[in-house]
């Protein structure tokens, strides 16, 4: 069963940092892409960041510059680091997978970041 785990949201005043983690399990870590996705009230849910099993990366315009997406293959764990922080960054940060087999996407639980001004 393929679970994605979020962790180390919370509170961050604007200007700070926060890094979150994504505990993946369910899966063949090593060989799979993998996202963050955002969705903050009231707006659309929101691609962030891509990683794939080779370590090539892309980023939403929003947040190039300021946010990093690395993976440790060894602990199955996706991260994003995040610099800078604005209160537009404010939002439930979600881990995503979608299986190449069949197009299935899953998705974990989020974790909230609130960014105050």
């Known amino acids: 069963q393929v679970q994605l785990v979020e962790s180390g949201g919370g509170l961050v005043q604007a200007g700070g940092s926060l890094r979150l983690s994504c505990a993946v399990s369910g899966l063949i870590f090593s060989v799979n892409t993998l996202d963050w996705y955002r969705q903050a009230p009231g707006k659309q849910r929101e691609l962030v960041a891509t990683i794939t099993s080779g370590g090539s990366t892309n980023y939403a315009d929003s947040v190039k510059g300021r946010f990093t997406i690395s993976r440790d293959n060894v602990k199955n764990t996706v991260y994003l680091q995040m610099n800078s922080l604005k ?31």
Request: include cysteine; proline fraction near 3%; hydrophobic fraction near 25%.
């Open 87 to 117: 209160p537009e960054d404010t939002a439930s940060y979600c881990c995503h997978w979608k299986r190449r087999l069949d197009g299935v996407n899953y998705w974990g639980k989020g974790t909230l970041v609130t960014v105050s001004s």
